[in-house]
T-cell receptor
Framework: EDQVTQSPEALRLQEGESSSLNCSYTVSGLRGLFWYRQDPGKGPEFLFTLYSAGEEKEKERLKATLTKKESFLHITAPKPEDSATYLCAPVGPGGSYIPTFGRGTSLIVHP | EAQVTQNPRYLITVTGKKLTVTCSQNMNHEYMSWYRQDPGLGLRQIYYSMNVEVTDKGDVPEGYKVSRKEKRNFPLILESPSPNQTSLYFC?????????FGPGTRLTVT
């Protein structure tokens, strides 16, 4: 069974204090891995798709990387508006293209 | 504007009263799915569809039905809602490379 573990569950940072979120997965035959941002009570907002080990993608203060066993979301010099829950979701093989979601990391950035 | 829409956004109903939550996307995506999100449990997939007339069960399909008669629409049907189906529901669509979510429907079953 596919497993996805995100750590830490919660993270508090000061504005400008860079850090990384981890997503470990045991999906065999990975076809891709999604990263999302979710604000309370709202739908997840798509950030990135990574397809192969070694791939990196960036968007503003966020950079996502992928290895064969895990993915990292690096947040550089975060601002309070980066506060949200960040979700990762790997996609396994098969005819469907449906991701399995981790529980998320709740990030709070203090001014 | 590319988007996934859901209606209603909020719904309070009683046990056993059939309801339908609509979902529509304007991106011509083949893949659509429904999720429920509960505190401490994260996002769990209810049903998904790979194309018109092609649907399959996700992780928690019991008590739900779906249909995909048109590419853009993917309604979620609760034939006889029960209190344990009180949750926040999300519809999503994907082209296989990116997945976009709707704004959510908060359902309360009393």
């Amino acid at each position: 069974e596919d497993q996805v573990t995100q750590s830490p569950e919660a993270l508090r940072l000061q504005e400008g204090e860079s850090s990384s979120l981890n997503c470990s997965y045991t999906v065999s035959g990975l076809r891709g891995l999604f990263w999302y941002r979710q604000d309370p009570g709202k739908g997840p907002e798509f950030l990135f798709t990574l397809y192969s080990a070694g791939e990196e993608k960036e968007k503003e203060r966020l950079k996502a990387t992928l290895t064969k066993k895990e993915s990292f979301l690096h947040i550089t010099a975060p601002k309070p508006e980066d506060s949200a829950t960040y979700l990762c979701a790997p996609v396994g093989p098969g005819g469907s293209y449906i991701p399995t979601f981790g529980r998320g990391t709740s990030l709070i950035v203090h001014p | 504007e590319a988007q996934v829409t859901q209606n209603p956004r909020y719904l309070i109903t009683v046990t056993g009263k059939k309801l339908t939550v609509t979902c529509s996307q304007n991106m011509n995506h083949e893949y659509m799915s429904w999720y429920r999100q509960d505190p401490g449990l994260g996002l769990r997939q209810i049903y998904y569809s790979m194309n018109v007339e092609v649907t399959d069960k996700g992780d928690v399909p019991e008590g739900y039905k779906v249909s995909r008669k048109e590419k853009r629409n993917f309604p979620l049907i609760l034939e006889s809602p029960s209190p344990n189906q009180t949750s926040l529901y999300f519809c999503a669509s994907s082209n296989g490379y990116e997945q976009y979510f709707g704004p959510g429907t908060r359902l309360t079953v009393t």
